[in-house]
């Protein structure tokens, strides 16, 4: 019975298997069928989205002709802009002929040596004289970088750039030796400016461009080592030795940089040279030859030259950058020294000429030179091997504040009273550097530092601790060795540090403090006028542009407005991107930022291309920083845009997201809160060659109207600005 039962539970066993073997058999069959069936729709769908991409490509490519020309018209402004441009430039040359004001042309080498002769010849050492004088110099320096950075190659040959350079540095040396001029004839007179607590000399001259501070050790009281300058809040404690000594302490900050190596980066307008068009090419020629006749029939035609000119006196601002040259042991163009280079014999004797006079005060800053001993030059070349690490990079970092030249020197004789007789010994010898420490004693001495305290400007912005550099004459750079126990004090904006001995001092930042930037925004707010506004770690700039000329809206740091002096102020590009940098607000892109600072790295072509279309529609189209533009590769550019001719606040929804590759352009159906990132069309949207027409599908009349009667130049300083921020690839 028991055998019986268990063959019959077999058999019912593999009745069940056998079902569930049918079963499993037939819904692998429906599974592979179901499969089968959606590999053949997805095919098929994927056949219908091909069929359907390839009718776009055509139908764009066909009519690639045609928005390429309408394109090409509208590009015309920018070529405009040029002309325009050429005009002002001629026009206010002309200008400067005719006027009498006595002020020398600086393009006219003629006039610039006329100039340098006779201030050198001017022995008029008054301080007060000497800084009037100088803002005159000052403005004569920022016209000559005009030229260099805003002629373009056509206007301007090789040997026209080299003599500007040139004249750039013989104004900046005699400016120099001026100062130093100014300083011997203060110390002369030392004990007027005595102070009526120590009995020590104290001067405090100031100007907007320089701050001289200036002590003078009349009683040498050990008592009185440390000072405060009043009213600049600068100060100095000084070591026993020189606290007992003849000497003076001169703390010069010239709100300008003249030391730092030349360096003429770029220029202020951009190159069209993307625009692939040989009507452009040829309308290019003709602008230049225009141009040309522009600048001949100034020179012969003086009745009406204002006919031709739309606006010209807003042009005439000048754009200037922070160009650096060497204060000290700068070789001049031609091989020879400038007049303030450090000189081998700092005891120079005075000759019988006061010019040759003027000249040995410019050198009171001398030290032995190094350069004729072979066994101190190689002790120096190793020592800046070893030191390498230390010398500052000025891509990466950037003063900012001006220079300070902290300075010892040798006091002279002071006057004495003798009954009715004033009497004063007169020496042979030239203003001196005092030497600290002292160069006769052993290598191995050592000697207490002297500890400097700077107040910082206040219309300059450290959004980090700033680093102290000195500069080296020797190798044309600036180095932080030699510089210890920094201390910053953000709320009294000071800071304080100690030096092994007295150096030209700067106060650095990283050049790309600001990058990448945070967000950007591009948003019309009138006719011709729009406003830039980009974020980043550490402010909110925003950047009103209208007409020609664009004005700093705001800089908020932390919910509070700052750089009240340089804001509300209507300036050409230049100008204001020379005024950001000056204050440490440095938005504008050096070369190689990517080996500092993280960039989204885009094809030219993709990126110049935007920012020209963009610009040409920005008078009724706002345009925003995407987050997907990270991840659409080197070859496109992911953008926000949008319709915008009121002055509504804009909504996360009035936005979509655009792609364009400088060839193509696509409204994308993927979202700023999508998942992820895809290159699928918008459904009803088309391909375009041009981000022109690709705006131009969703737009209005009204919007398409504002945009051809936009100003050409407008639509430039939008192109300009776009081009120095960069926002596409630095955000």
């Known amino acids: 019975k028991s055998s019986g039962k268990k063959k019959k ?17 037939k819904e692998e069959e429906e599974a592979q069928l179901q499969a089968q069936q959606e590999a053949a729709a997805r095919l098929e769908k994927e056949r219908l989205e091909q069929e359907q991409m390839e009718k776009l490509e055509a139908k764009a490519h066909e009519r ?38 006595g002020s020398p042309d600086p393009a006219v080498l003629q006039d610039i040596n006329t100039f340098l002769s006779l201030w050198r010849e001017d022995q008029q050492q008054d301080v007060q004289l000497v800084m009037e004088k100088g803002e005159q110099v000052l403005n004569l320096i920022e016209k000559l970088q005009l030229l260099l950075l805003d002629s373009p190659a056509s206007e301007i040959t090789e040997k026209e750039a080299a003599q500007y350079q040139e004249s750039i540095l013989e104004l900046q040396n005699l400016l120099h030796q001026k100062y130093n001029a100014a300083t011997e004839h203060l110390l002369k007179t030392a004990t007027l400016y005595e102070d009526s607590e120590t009995g020590n000399m104290q001067a405090v001259i100031r100007d907007k461009n320089v701050t001289f501070c200036i002590w003078g050790n009349l009683k040498k009281k050990v008592r009185f080592k440390t000072h405060v300058f009043y009213g600049v809040q600068h100060g100095f404690d000084l070591p026993k030795s020189l606290a007992v000594s003849s000497v003076a302490v001169r703390i010069l900050h010239t709100r300008y940089d003249h030391v730092s190596p030349l360096g003429l980066q770029g220029h202020c307008v951009p190159r069209l040279e993307a625009l ?16 040309k006749d522009i600048v001949e029939e100034s020179k012969d035609i003086v009745e009406e030259p204002k006919d031709n000119v739309e606006e010209p006196k807003e042009e005439e601002q000048q754009a200037t950058e922070e160009l650096n ?12 020294k400038s007049a303030i280079s450090l000189q081998e014999n700092s005891t120079s004797k005075i000759g019988v000429s006061e010019t040759e006079g003027i000249e040995k005060a410019s050198d009171i800053l001398a030290m032995p030179s190094e350069a004729e001993d072979p066994l101190l030059q190689e002790e120096m070349t190793e020592k800046e091997e070893a030191t390498s690490d230390q010398v500052v990079d000025l891509q990466q970092f ?9 300075d010892a020197l040798q006091l002279p004789p002071q006057a004495k009273q003798v009954k009715d007789w004033s009497m004063v010994e007169l020496l042979d010898d030239g203003l001196e550097a005092y030497p600290y420490p002292p160069a ?3 290598e191995d ?18 959004f980090e601790d700033p680093v102290v550099a000195r500069w080296d004459p020797a190798g044309q750079h600036w180095r932080t060795e030699g510089i210890s126990q920094v201390m910053y004090d953000p709320q009294e904006k000071s800071i304080t540090f100690e030096m092994g ?6 106060l650095l930042q990283p050049a790309h403090l600001h990058m990448p930037y945070k967000a950007w925004e591009l948003r019309p707010t009138g006719m011709d006028e729009a406003l830039l506004t980009i974020t980043t770690a550490f402010a909110v700039i925003q950047i009103l542009m209208k007409g020609n000329l664009c004005m700093l809206s705001s800089v908020v740091v932390e919910g509070k407005d700052v750089l009240s002096h340089i804001t509300g102020q209507w300036l050409n590009p230049g100008d204001l991107k020379a005024l950001l940098k000056k204050a440490g607000v440095n938005i504008f892109p050096g070369e190689n930022p990517d080996k500092y600072v993280s960039v989204n790295k885009k094809a030219p072509l993709a990126e110049d291309r935007a920012y020209q279309e963009m610009a040409l529609v920005a008078s009724a189209f706002a345009f925003a920083w995407s987050k997907w533009n990270l991840e659409a590769g080197e070859e496109q550019v992911v953008f926000k845009a949008c319709e915008h001719l009121k002055a509504d606040p804009l909504e996360e929804q009035d936005w979509s997201l655009y792609m364009f590759n400088g060839q193509k352009a696509q409204k994308l159906k993927v979202t700023e809160t999508s998942e992820a990132f895809s290159e699928e069309l918008e459904e009803e949207s088309e391909f375009h060659c041009t981000l022109y027409h690709m705006l131009k599908d969703f737009a209005s009349k009204e919007a398409m109207d504002k945009v051809e009667v936009a100003s050409f130049l407008f639509t430039d300083v939008v192109y300009q600005l776009l081009l120095a921020t960069r926002v596409l690839t630095h955000s």
Not at 75 to 94: G, V
Not at 276 to 291: A, G, M, P, T
Request: hydrophobic fraction near 40%; aromatic fraction near 6%; proline fraction near 4%.
């Open 325 to 336: 040259i060497p204060a000290e042991e700068e070789m001049c163009s031609d091989g020879r």
């Open 501 to 506: 001995a007295f150096y030209t001092i700067a």
């Open 9 to 25: 539970m077999s058999q019912a066993e593999k009745l069940r298997l056998q079902k569930e073997e049918e079963l499993r058999l």
């Open 398 to 406: 950037v003063p900012v504040g001006g220079v300070y030249h902290i």
């Open 445 to 462: 001495a050592t000697h207490p530092p002297i500890q400097i305290t700077l107040r910082l400007p206040e219309n300059v912005m450290y």
């Open 440 to 442: 006769e004693e052993a």
């Open 276 to 291: 692939e068009s040989k009507q452009l090419s040829q309308l290019s020629k003709d602008i230049v030859e225009e141009s």
């Open 64 to 101: 690639r002709e045609a928005e390429l020309a309408e394109l090409h018209s509208l590009q015309q402004k920018f070529l405009s802009a040029q002309q325009w441009k050429a005009a002002c430039r001629a026009h206010a040359k002309w200008e400067h002929y005719l006027s009498a004001a």
